[in-house]
Antibody, heavy 119, light 106 residues
Framework: QVQLVQSGAEVKKPGASVKVSCKASGYTFTRNVIHWVRQAPGQRLEWVGW????????KYSQRFQGRVTITRDTSASTASMELNSLRSEDTAVFYC????????????WGQGTMVTVSS | SYELTQSLSVSVSPGQTASITCSGD??????ASWYQQRPGQSPVLVIY???KRPSGIPERFSGSNSGNTATLTISGTQAMDEADYYCLAWDSSTWVFGGGTKLTVL
């Protein structure tokens, strides 16, 4: 079945970087975009950015522009998100998501990756 | 930047109808989708393209979108529907979530 499986939890110090991966299976990876979404504890969902898995084009939220880089490895059907200059407010669950059916929505989500930023 | 506004909370009795709204400038000209998120779980798509239900989503979930407001309606609400609900729309090449509404089934 279609699924996105994310890498495990991370603990980082302020100022460090973190890279979270998202492995896709059950569909043709290069046909879709992969989105990244952040959710701080008890807070709303927040769109971080996306990558076109076919051509590698990216688009980032202005809020994260300059601190985030989204890449993909087509041979491994995996997308990754790297966030730099971490601060305490980046403590959050990061989700990857995709639209597998042309629904203009996020129909498949990963299980989430907890990133904790603490000194 | 574009903003979507949702009420913080909605309460409903079991078996009654719950309406959750999402407001944004000319939202009716965009596609809205809705997500259910239970505590500790990933979001689940319940409505896409304003009114459509993905496979496996109960018929009691329905949606509409007109003017500046999209609405998620849950008919015959059940205890299992208690969750946070988020709207999502696309504007100027970016995606925007609403602030989320906590649905309580009393």
């Amino acid at each position: 079945q279609v699924q996105l499986v994310q890498s495990g939890a991370e603990v980082k110090k302020p100022g460090a970087s973190v890279k979270v991966s998202c492995k896709a299976s059950g569909y043709t990876f290069t046909r879709n975009v992969i989105h990244w979404v952040r959710q701080a504890p008890g807070q709303r969902l927040e769109w971080v950015g996306w990558i076109n898995a076919g051509n590698g084009n990216t688009k980032y939220s202005q809020r994260f522009q300059g601190r985030v880089t989204i890449t993909r490895d087509t041979s491994a059907s995996t997308a990754s998100m790297e966030l730099n200059s971490l601060r305490s407010e980046d403590t959050a669950v990061f989700y990857c998501a995709t639209d597998t059916s042309g629904s203009d929505a996020f129909d498949i989500w990963g299980q989430g990756t907890m990133v904790t930023v603490s000194s | 930047s574009y903003e979507l506004t949702q009420s913080l909370s909605v309460s409903v009795s079991p078996g009654q109808t719950a309406s959750i709204t999402c407001s944004g400038d000319k939202l009716g000209n965009k596609y809205a989708s809705w997500y259910q998120q239970r505590p500790g779980q990933s979001p689940v798509l319940v409505i896409y393209q304003d009114t459509k239900r993905p496979s496996g989503i109960p018929e009691r979930f329905s949606g509409s979108n007109s003017g500046n407001t999209a609405t998620l309606t849950i008919s015959g609400t059940q205890a299992m529907d208690e969750a946070d609900y988020y709207c999502l729309a696309w504007d100027s090449s970016t995606w925007v979530f609403g602030g989320g509404t906590k649905l309580t089934v009393l």
